[in-house]
């Protein structure tokens, strides 16, 4: 079982940048895909990013050019790198592991994932 602490979330201004972190435990974390979801309030969940075993990369258009996923499998832990934020970045972040899928997998479709963070709220000001 995949456990995932995530962190790093806080209150920035239009322009600044935040670092999310992941923490996971469990024996199958270098195996599996990871992901970042945000919900912002009074809307679903949408994918941020994902990353799978060997380090492949998707990002939604919305994000593409701005932030940057990465993970550490020494540190079991996975980050997401959130430069030039928008007020419209504003959400709740969740960090997500997909255990039932092929470890080449690269997937923003929430269905996949089966194990989710707590969630780390992000506010940027305009």
């Known amino acids: 079982q995949v456990q995932l602490v995530g962190s790093g979330g806080g209150s920035v201004q239009s322009g600044g940048s935040l670092r999310l972190s992941c923490a996971a435990t469990?024996?199958?974390?270098?195996?599996?895909?990871m992901a970042w979801f945000r919900q912002a309030p009074g809307e679903g969940r949408e994918g941020v990013a994902a990353?799978?075993?060997?380090?492949?990369?998707v990002y939604a258009d919305s994000v593409k050019g701005r932030f940057t996923i990465s993970r550490d499998y020494a540190k079991n832990t996975v980050y997401l790198q959130m430069n030039s934020l928008k007020p419209e970045d504003t959400a709740m972040y969740y960090c997500?592991?997909?255990?039932?899928?092929?470890?080449?997998?690269?997937?923003?479709?929430?269905?996949?994932?089966?194990?989710w963070g707590q969630g780390t709220q992000v506010t940027v000001s305009s």
């Open positions: 990353i799978n075993r060997d380090g492949g990369t």
């Open positions: 997500a592991a997909a255990r039932g899928i092929s470890y080449w997998w690269l997937t923003l479709e929430q269905s996949n994932y089966d194990s």
């Open positions: 469990g024996n199958m974390y270098s195996n599996i895909p």
